[in-house]
């Protein structure tokens, strides 16, 4: 009998071109419609884990938003080629204000995004949110400027609750400090909190586990807790 010979190399390309097509077609038809979360999760098949999401988003104006993300919000305007990654929650609790995320932002997986009681949030473009982040708009807005980047298990509360000995805290109206900003290219490093009333400046950089309670100038470098100015980009 003859043998059979594989051109393993060939049959590599071709199987990679396959899946090219197939990621390229379904993409097109991608989107927040029921239509374009199934076509979504088609593309998903053949697309490589973790790092996938960012050449998806690219495929598409309306870029990519994981099957597994849930968007719950009745006034989320969304930027074009944008990631929503694995188990992101965009949520709008009661009185919540909009939410405003400007071009190819990338939100990674298990990040909860809320607004509530009047607060609301914009995020400028080419922001990246890593994973396992909590950003939650209350009473006060957040704005978070353009190429910002925001390191993992990072929280951000525009608001607090009040503690009088009178009742149950939980039970006490939430209160605020002011709005919190987060200038254009800070970097905002691993586990770091964010508290109400807080502006960190344009290229500033916060160091990991730090609290911020008060302003950061530009181009600061900011450590502890609570964070305070230890130098100067300049000075670096």
């Known amino acids: 009998m003859p043998k059979l010979v594989i051109n393993t190399k060939k049959s590599n390309y071709l199987n990679g071109i396959f899946k090219q097509h197939w990621l390229r077609f379904w993409m097109r038809h991608a989107g927040i419609s029921k239509f374009g979360h199934f076509a979504t999760r088609l593309a998903t098949w053949f697309a490589p884990p973790h790092k996938a999401g960012t050449v998806l988003a690219n495929m598409n104006p309306n870029g990519y938003i994981a099957p ?3 968007l719950y919000h009745s006034n989320l305007k969304l930027g074009a080629h944008i990631l929503i990654g694995d ?11 909009p939410i405003e995320l400007g071009d190819r932002i990338r939100i990674l997986r298990d990040t909860t995004i ?10 400028g473009d080419e922001t990246w949110i890593h994973p396992r982040c909590q950003i939650n708009a ?11 980047d925001i ?3 990072c929280a951000f509360y525009s608001y607090d609750h009040g503690f009088g000995s009178g009742e149950i805290i939980r039970e006490q109206d939430l209160k ?3 709005k919190i900003v987060i200038g254009n290219n800070a970097w905002i490093g691993v586990g770091v909190i964010v508290l109400s009333g807080v502006h960190i400046g344009n290229g500033a950089v916060v160091g990991a586990g730090s609290i911020v309670t008060q302003d950061i100038p530009d181009k600061a470098i ?4 609570p964070a305070n100015v230890t130098k100067m980009r300049s000075e670096s």
């Open 176 to 178: 605020t400090k002011g």
């Open 87 to 97: 188990r992101v929650i965009i949520f709008e609790n009661k009185k919540g204000g």
């Open 222 to 225: 900011a450590v502890g807790t």
């Open 151 to 153: 390191a993992p298990n």
């Open 114 to 123: 809320e607004t509530g009681f009047g607060g609301k949030l914009s995020i």
């Open 138 to 148: 209350y009473k006060a807005s957040i704005e978070i400027g353009c190429g910002v």
């Open 68 to 70: 597994s993300a849930t």
